[in-house]
């Protein structure tokens, strides 16, 4: 990995020939300003009617721009270091939410059910009928052996804690609130009146409670799904009971099945490929867990769903197929949701609110493995509405994540006509002049690509973008990379906003056809592209490339290889450049800033402004140059150096993490130790 410290050469003899100097010190020089005035206006955020619930990551962002790709470079690698653990995977995401919780982080979560489950003569019937069920019609002793019926029986016993603790997460929301009207508030941005207006309810969950549930249901089906792997072919099984709580469906035969339905409390289909249509759920019913072993499978419907409740969706492998029109794939509206796929070339297809969508919860996607496509319209592939945190973690494989076409079903104010995408690393809140005059600020969304070359293609918002107080980030490690979208893309933020790019290899290409992209800020906004290495090409019509905007901070960093940058329009603001729209105001005494960077290699600009150019030191564009306002701060610098901004944790991860991990899985796992094989 390579980044922007130290200039040599030409710059050498810029500096007067005395020593080397930090590019960024180089670009302060030229401003004249001091470093800790690289930073947007810091009164902006407690003018927000919303200040005491903006998310603290947000609030680190705006305050110190220079650091926030170390700082989402940081979070991006606890989660690949620890994607072994999706426990700890959700832990994480709910720390995002606003959930300080580590549930199960030095022990087993469930430990007061597993001594109760292990003094039982049949668990299994136990577990039923804790769920409300009749255990009469269930497989004999013979059939479905004791050691099998305890792992089915701690999948629902867990899932009846899971809806315990939604008790406490909801138990200030009014009794009237439906899934239904939820979901007809986010998807038609039709609002109830104030007792069910979910923009004020949103601050009335116990979030603690609501990821929590999450967390012991995770690690029963962890649990599950070691035991799946550590066993002999189980016997052949097929039964389904009806509980209070949803239906409970095991099937281990080697058929291809097809079952449809309302969600049910747990479904297990170990082998075939099989076909699997959720409609919805009985009302009452809070929470759904669905595990495939292996094959070709097809899931359609409102698959890993949690809306006021908790929902998982957990597939051992193979080529699948997840077909929804919205709110599935790992959507958490007023709950928590995972989708765990463990490898195979996976196709997810939706409209919208899905693959890693979040208000007021967490939702997180992880796929190991495979040449996918995730293709939705608007409020997918890692979109974090108010209150939520969505994480997508996609580990390996050439993948495609599309959000172009279709319908219009959330239409963009800048181009009408095409959806506002909110997604591929989208935090975004409401803003009250575009819905009723009532704002609520933005979530956290979070799209990880670790391998491949990727293709990222969008409308509106999007590939690390974030409005209205939200954080959106994209952090792609590896391969040659296609992003594409028209207009707040590609790290981008608006309404004092954080978006942030970072990818750390390959030769990629960046094209924005319209506006405010590629490391661009508006509005107070802070936005941060860092591309590590490659021959890359930039492309964007105006604003954009190291463009900020009223009050906004960009910062473009690309730090080596032989690159490409286009600036097609004729005001040409990039390349570190910062600018006003409404002069004549106190906003020409706002505090804006935009700096590019380019660290290494033959570099060609094509851009109408002079300026610009390999090697050189440059002023950014300003409509006002000699009065140098605090509001047309930008300068670029081209030239050789080691790296400036970090975007990668300094120290390295300890054993100790290690150990109290494993720790926790073998208390988890002790209780099997103390169940003999069979009667």
């Known amino acids: 990995m390579r980044s922007c410290v130290a200039a040599v050469g030409w710059l050498l003899l810029m500096a007067g020939g005395a020593s080397a100097q930090d590019p960024i010190d180089r670009l302060v020089e030229e401003l004249g300003v001091d470093r800790a005035e690289l930073r947007a206006d810091p009164l902006a955020l407690l003018n927000s009617r919303d200040r005491d619930h903006q998310s603290p990551l947000l609030r680190a962002a705006l305050a110190e721009p220079m650091r926030l790709a170390w700082r989402v470079g940081t979070m991006e690698r606890r989660f690949v270091d620890r994607s072994d653990s999706v426990h700890r995977l959700v832990m994480y995401t709910g720390g995002l939410a606003g959930a300080d919780i580590a549930r199960g982080y030095l022990d ?15 668990p299994l019937a136990w577990a039923i009928g804790m769920a409300g069920g009749d255990a009469s019609g269930l497989p004999t002793m013979e059939q479905m052996p004791l050691r099998f019926r305890a792992e089915v029986a701690r999948l629902v016993v867990a899932s009846l804690q899971a809806d315990s603790f939604l008790n406490r997460a909801f138990r200030d929301l009014p009794r009237e609130l439906t899934a239904d009207m939820l979901q007809e508030q986010v998807f038609e941005s039709r609002f109830s009146d104030d007792v069910l207006d979910y923009r004020i309810l949103v601050d009335r969950i116990e979030y603690e409670a609501l990821v929590g549930g999450l967390l012991d249901l995770t690690a029963a089906v962890e649990d599950f799904d070691d035991y799946l792997a550590s066993s002999p072919e189980l016997p052949e099984v097929s039964f389904s009971v009806e509980t209070r709580h949803g239906l409970v469906r095991v099937s281990t035969g080697k058929t291809d099945d097809s079952w449809s339905g309302v969600a049910p409390l747990l479904s297990i289909d170990l082998y075939g490929n099989d076909r699997l249509e959720v409609s919805g759920r009985e009302r009452g019913a809070r929470v759904s867990t669905i595990i495939d072993n292996a094959g070709d499978d097809v899931y359609t419907g409102a698959v890993a769903r949690g809306i006021l409740g908790v929902g998982v969706l957990w597939d051992r492998g193979g080529n699948d197929r997840y077909e929804g029109s919205g709110a599935s794939q790992s959507a958490a509206l007023f709950g928590a949701s995972l989708l765990y796929e463990g490898g195979g070339n996976d196709v997810y297809t939706s409209q919208r609110f899905s693959q890693a969508a979040a208000i007021a919860g967490a939702a997180l996607l992880v796929d190991r493995g495979g040449n996918d496509l995730y293709k939705s319209l608007t409020m997918a592939e890692a979109s974090g509405g108010p209150r939520g945190a969505a994480v997508l973690l996609d580990l390996s494989g050439d993948d495609v994540y599309a959000m172009t076409g279709g319908p219009v079903l959330r239409n963009s104010p800048q181009l009408p006509g095409r ?32 391998a491949g070359a990727d293709r990222y293609e969008a409308d509106v918002f999007a590939q690390g973008s974030g409005f209205y107080e939200g954080l959106g980030a994209l952090v792609d490690n590896a391969g040659d990379d296609v992003y594409t979208a028209p207009w707040y893309g590609m790290a981008a933020g608006a309404h004092r906003a954080a978006g942030v790019l970072i990818d750390r290899g390959g030769n990629d290409v960046y094209t924005a056809s319209h506006y405010t992209s590629i490391a661009a800020a508006h509005d107070g906004s802070v936005a941060v592209l860092v591309d590590e290495a490659g021959d890359d090409r930039y492309s964007a019509r105006n604003l954009g490339i190291g463009g900020a905007h009223d009050g906004g901070v960009a910062i473009f960093c690309d730090n080596g290889g032989d690159d490409r940058y286009t600036l097609l329009d004729k005001a040409g603001h990039g390349f570190g450049s910062a600018r006003i729209t409404h002069y004549g105001t106190a906003r020409e005494e706002s505090p804006a800033l935009g700096l590019f960077l380019d660290g290494g290699g033959v570099d060609r600009y094509e851009t109408p402004r002079p300026g610009p150019a390999d090697n050189a030191l440059w002023r950014g564009a300003a409509d006002y140059p000699e009065l140098r306002l605090p509001s047309e701060r930008g300068a670029g610098i081209d030239g050789d150096w080691s790296p400036v901004f970090r975007t990668v944790p300094r120290t390295a991860p300890g054993k100790e993490d290690e150990k109290n991990l494993r720790a926790a899985e073998k208390s988890r796992r002790e209780w099997r130790l103390k169940l003999p094989n069979s009667l």
Do not use: F
């Open 419 to 450: 959806n506002s995408s909110q997604g591929q690393g989208c935090g975004w809140g409401l803003r009250a002049d575009l819905s009723d005059g009532r704002s609520v600020s933005g979530g956290v969304g979070v799209l990880i690509d670790v």
């Open 108 to 122: 087993n979560p469930l430990a007061v059910l597993d001594r109760e489950m292990v003094r039982q003569d049949d």
